[in-house]
């Protein structure tokens, strides 16, 4: 069976501390002002597995789970609605901090605004986000999603309110029409990803993920850890795994945490940065067919990126089945350990972590990475189950089995 493919960060440096500006702790503060704006703003989770810490002979693991994130079951809102929220702010020429949710949604500030239509493409979470901001703000959205993408995710975004539809096109190239067409009619492209020329809204989203980051960094002191020794974060553009990188390496300056970033071997764009070593990035193209949908990104976030090649320790390349796997460990945990609900591109963090600790075949990167009884590693449940259907057949009929 295909094993996890794994390399060391050894990829050029630059920018210094400079990339990570962004998501300093004071910066971030403010975004989760903003998102405690929201009469749908809850506190997620994280949730400590106590007994399969202990199964796998480390001192901690503690799951930070969005699923119950503004009730939309995935973490994408958090970057797509501050993002918006910041873009609006800019037209009105206010401060962030002038504009509560309350204030964004009034019919006053929607005069003043006049008509915006917001375009994105996604395979779902993210779009989900952007058409429930629009939706609230009494605006429209137009959403693309890639070839394979989930009809139970479209039929979501859809009751959203949103004009939606999926593409016969890879995600990558789904981007680029989203884009072309909001030039085209004079709409806003909210996108969380950058390339040359489009930074600004992707900074914004990378640090409206910062609640996330934050929230967690105030949970785990609670269950008595001062600083996660590891954090295990899943890439696609690698917007999120950005975030979570910047918003700790920042925070931890002196003893940044051991940071592993997991992909699906079929969009693995950082695994083979760092395979090619020369700290630019390598795109990955065609169809990149995987089960962690939310993940099929063969172009890196080049804000992401800079971040990523500074700081992050390892990168992973997973087979499906590992996601698989953290899907079945978390709906079934080992008693007195708290169920999670994890779906495809939420899961694959654990699977990769159980992997590496179970598996002799691992047992170099183990010792490479330093993963042992001291360890205190951090993971984020990025969605829930998203595709019900495939969820089930996942967890419950056994598809994508490890042997």
């Not at 079929?266 to 990955?284: L, M, T």
Request: with cysteine.
């Amino acid at each position: 069976m295909e094993k996890i493919k794994w390399i060391l960060n050894t990829m050029s440096k630059s920018n210094g501390d400079r990339s990570i500006e962004i998501l300093t702790e004071d910066k971030v503060i403010k975004v989760k002002k903003f998102h405690e704006s929201f009469p749908q703003y809850c506190e997620t989770p994280l949730v400590g597995l106590d007994n399969l810490s202990k199964n796998l002979g480390v001192s901690g693991i503690y799951i930070k789970d969005e699923s119950y994130r503004f009730g939309l079951n995935a973490f994408k809102v958090l970057g797509g609605s501050y993002a918006m929220a910041k873009y609006l702010a800019k037209k009105l020429e206010k401060d962030i901090s002038e504009l509560s949710y309350e204030k964004l949604i009034s019919e006053k500030v929607k005069k003043e605004l006049g008509e915006i239509t917001f375009y994105t493409a996604t395979d779902g979470n993210h779009g989900r986000g952007v058409a429930w901001t629009a939706n609230k703000l009494k605006q429209k959205s137009v959403v693309y999603m890639p070839k394979g993408s989930s009809k139970t995710r479209l039929k979501n975004i859809l009751s959203e309110g949103a004009e939606a539809s999926i593409t016969e096109l890879n995600y990558d190239d789904a981007v680029r029409l989203a884009a072309k067409n909001a030039e085209k009619n004079n709409g806003v492209i909210i996108q969380d990803t950058a390339w040359e020329g489009y930074t600004d809204i992707p900074t914004w989203i990378m640090q409206g993920y910062g609640t996330m980051a934050i929230e967690a960094k105030k949970q785990l002191e609670k269950y008595g850890v001062d600083r996660p020794t590891h954090i295990f974060i899943q890439a696609g553009v690698g917007s999120l795994a950005g975030t979570i990188q910047g918003f700790f390496a920042s925070t931890y300056k002196d003893n940044i945490p051991i940071t592993i970033v997991v992909e699906p071997n079929s969009a693995d764009c950082y695994y083979r940065s760092a395979v090619q070593g020369d700290g630019k990035p390598v795109n990955v193209g065609g169809d990149m067919q995987t089960l962690m949908a939310g993940l099929a990104c063969g172009e890196p976030n080049i804000i992401g990126f800079e971040i990523l090649k500074n700081y992050a320790t390892a990168f992973l390349s997973c087979p499906d089945y590992i996601a698989a796997k953290g899907m079945r460990i978390s709906a079934a945990p080992l008693r007195g350990d708290q169920q999670i609900i994890s779906g495809e591109s939420g899961a694959v963090s654990l699977g990769s972590l159980f992997s590496i600790l179970k598996d002799d075949y691992y047992k170099e990167l183990r010792k490479k990475l330093k993963l042992d009884e001291n360890s205190k590693i951090l993971l984020f449940n990025t969605e829930g189950n998203t595709d019900p259907d495939k969820y089930t057949d996942i967890v419950w009929d056994g598809e994508y089995p490890s042997k």
